[in-house]
DNA sequence: GTGAGATTTAGAACTATTCCAAATAGAACT
DNA sequence: AGTTCTATTTGGAATAGTTCTAAATCTCAC
């Protein structure tokens, strides 16, 4: 895990008058580590790997801060618990019905203002979410250059 | 509550070998009566205006049915309580984050195709989800046509 | 080193939902 | 009309996920 990546936790939390501790990098490089969308209570038991001390509250307030700066995104989709994914480029998410695997899908730059264009006035949307539900073939060349 | 969507219902449960019981059909004209994503408490609570004596599980059989049925489609964007949508043709959700409060926006035929176009090969999209979140300032002349 | 404020912690509390087992209601058949 | 069989409803208990709370701990600035 390069420090670049601690850094810039560093300054987005100091960014928000917030402290860079042990717990919130944890936290983030676990999120970082492993990009499958994990729920807070995966997080919890990835990062206790590392440091078996800390507690599901802090795992949750972790996560809840670094939501709060825009490093991480919370994503809901179906009842059930809140998933987390570290925040890169505008992406959508692919919900595989029979695995129940989740995959980003990288949104082209110009689909985004096609999608905002169908806004009636009056309407002002500061982002857009887009969930695919269907079945993934996915080939091991996919997954390869994740 | 005309007679003819209480038929759809009747017709749809019969071809899933289910029966129409008053609890079910009360449930849909709930939430054909107020189309806006009510939680499954706030139907709890319109159907008991009308038959008191319905219990809570009772509400969530009948939405998880309806659901089923594909008359009714329930939505979870944030964590919270599931809402549910009486189904007709493919919108879109806008979020206001300032009230809280969800409207529906059609969708144009031609984008679903064109967001299902981005997906890389091997994905196979069942049904495509958008969500808006900003701020909505609706004037009166929207909110009427609705 | 001391004080102030931020952060972590464990456990209790809470919310939304599902599960369960018993009671009830219908439809089909006699 | 009565019986049987099954679907459905019901209230309450149980569960899952998350948030809250108050005390302990850490860390920075002085």
Redesign the interface.
Known sequence: MPTTHTDALSQRLADSGLRATPQRELVYNVLLGKRDHPTADEVYARVRAELPTISLATVYNCLETLVQCSLVR?V????GP?RYCPNLHPH?H?HD?NTGET?D????PT?LA???A???S??????????????????AE?AAGE
């Open positions: 919370a809901n989709f179906e009842r809140t959508a692919f019905e995959y899908v990288d949104l082209p689909i096609d999608i905002k169908i806004l009636p009056g309407y002002d949307a500061k982002s857009v979410e887009v969930i695919f539900r269907g079945q993934a073939h996915r080939t996919v």
